[in-house]
């Protein structure tokens, strides 16, 4: 039986279109869902979706004209062309509005928390951060009185709404998380996160009353109430409930917390069992500066594909950062990438070998090598393993880029061309079997052309 392996992406919020942040994501998550299927051999489930519930999309939708059913379906339609955009391996999209087997966990997962007695109705005055569809505290805010991420003042708001008893489960949190039962990459997101927990919860508004918000799923026996959005979109990744709980839920670092502390304690009250662990990655800035609709710097993933192709894309948003950091998008910085790494790496060592391979009449299979060159693999196969233990997606890159540069100088240096002798090209051909399967998470249409070996050349050079 093969051992099964549960990853899901965060659910991308639908009041605007796809950005390259969201895509980044994606990516991430199918290069790991990828390395567990095709190198691991592990039978996974990858979900991706859509959150579409809350205050925000409904403004979206009232500010260009739209009801928020037709706006909500076409943006969720867009989010779900970026399977095809960026060759995901993903197994199911899920659409928090539409999909009746969300709705049911949803209304099954309330109504444990409130048999558990951890929900209870008050009214609740507070400032509510529409960007985060959150109620927030001053601590929340900057030194102008404005959200911290969004740049905007929070809402004075006045609300009769169920709360969930959170502060109830605060001390097993602590334990969860310093214990790495519920683990945290990278550690630094970690220590944030005991940072916030011992500076002590408090509990958190899990509806909304349905004259501020009538886009939502109605509170089991309360119709003046909609379920609020993060006890909606959380619910989300128990879809798959055989491969329940989650290896691993790849996020961004502004929703940590929800991921960190609300889910963990919804699902202790409800008596399921807790994902084991986050993946926290880094934002994407444009040219430095962070994207913005204001500034004219976002970039569009469709367009950013259709320029450059599918596996380029991929390969930049993999390699040229940590995973876990911040990292910026400039077209100079993706040219340079492409350029070094796909052009002059990767795809120059496949049209010199496939001409040395004809040069030297190599037609049978190559699968033996020499001491030395196996060594080198296993020691970079080693490290490219260690690397995704770590998530550092990277590195792994980084790994067969090496073995890339390894059989490029052996070939420089053993000459055949002139020698004659067959030993650095078979060498070499062995190494790219061997780098294809590695390359697979990563670019995985590029993998397929090396080993058919059908394509002369992988990555044309760009004239921008």
Known sequence: MEKKYY?????????????????????????????????LNKDVFFLTGTDEHGSKIERAATTVGKSTHTFVAENAARFAALHDAFNLSTDY???????????ANVLEIWNKL??????YKKTYSGLYCVGHEAFVTEKDLDENGNC????????????????????????????????????IHPVGRKKEILNFLYD???????????????????????ASQVIYVWCDALVNYLYKKDFWPADLHVIGKDILRFHAVYWPAILLSAGLALPKELFVHGHITVNGEKMSKSIGNTVDPFELVQKFGTDPVRYFFLRENSPF??????????????EADLVSGIGNLFARVNRLKDLLSITTPVTESSTETIKILEEKESAYHAAFSRYELHEALGSVLELIRYADKRLSEDKPWETKDPSAVKDALFLLSHIARLLLPFLPETSKKIQSGETPHLFPRLSI
């Open 148 to 183: 911290r991420d969004h740049k905007r003042p929070p809402e004075k708001l006045s609300e009769e709404n169920w709360f969930f008893r959170l502060t109830k489960y605060q001390d097993q949190l602590v334990s969860l998380i310093e214990k790495d039962i519920i683990k």
């Open 325 to 338: 950091e911040d990292g910026d998008y400039s077209e100079g910085k993706f040219l340079t990438r492409y």
């Open 200 to 222: 002590g919860l408090t509990d958190v508004s899990f509806s909304r009353p349905k004259t501020s918000l009538s886009w939502g799923i109605e509170v089991p026996g309360d």
């Open 7 to 39: 990853i899901t992406t965060s659910i991308a919020y639908v009041n605007s279109t796809p950005h390259i942040g969201y895509a980044l994501e994606c990516v991430q998550a199918d290069a790991i869902a990828r390395y567990h299927r095709d190198l």
């Open 114 to 119: 409130l048999a558990n007695d951890d929900l």
């Open 93 to 103: 999209f899920i659409r928090t509005s539409a999909d009746p087997i969300h709705r």
